[in-house]
């Protein structure tokens, strides 16, 4: 259910690596729990446990994956393009954190994950957080009218990082930020399309 925790599982299935998924029970307070904590001091979830290698936060750890594992699979941060395309790619993986990442993740909260932890949805904050989301969303229809995916030509974890959230909201009424933005739709459907998108989907209890 962790949106944070399919970004990575997204990356990894994107790689064709093989992983253990280790279940973290935070209903019982796990994740505070020295053990946990001794792998995420901040005491949330998702960590990667990649032999020596421990790390935090779910952006953090797919850029790891995409970069340690770069000649698995497709290479997702497009080392081998030019420095307009890398620049790119690295605007949008921020864009995607501090301006795509706040109102989506309100709201998916609001409208998904409140109700089924006993909460009633807020219309209030749905309505503010729908048009914040609305706004850069614009700005998300004007670049991807001229480009096909987020940093150019080619998919990357630019695109990658946007698919957990957008996927939960896709399953609400406020799928409609989508659908009423033709060319935000299109990059939808094509990155959602996805074989190794469709085995991450298939295992999102929604
Ligand atoms: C946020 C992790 C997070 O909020 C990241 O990894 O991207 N910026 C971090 N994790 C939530 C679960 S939703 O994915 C979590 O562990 N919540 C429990 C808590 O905060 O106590």
Redo the contacts with the bound molecule.
Sequence with gaps: M????V?VVATLNEKGLDYELVPVD?RTGA??QPSFLALNPF????VLDDGDIVL????AISRYIASEYKETGPDLLRSGGGSAETAALEVWLEVESQQFGPPIADLVFELSIKPLLGGTTDPAVVEKQAEKLGKVLDVYEERLSKNKYLAGDHYTLADLHHMPYTFYLMATPQAKLVTSRPSVLAWWHDISARPAWKKTAASIPI
């Design positions: 962790s949106t944070n925790t970004r935070l994740h505070k005491g949330q979830i998702p935090f936060e779910s952006r």
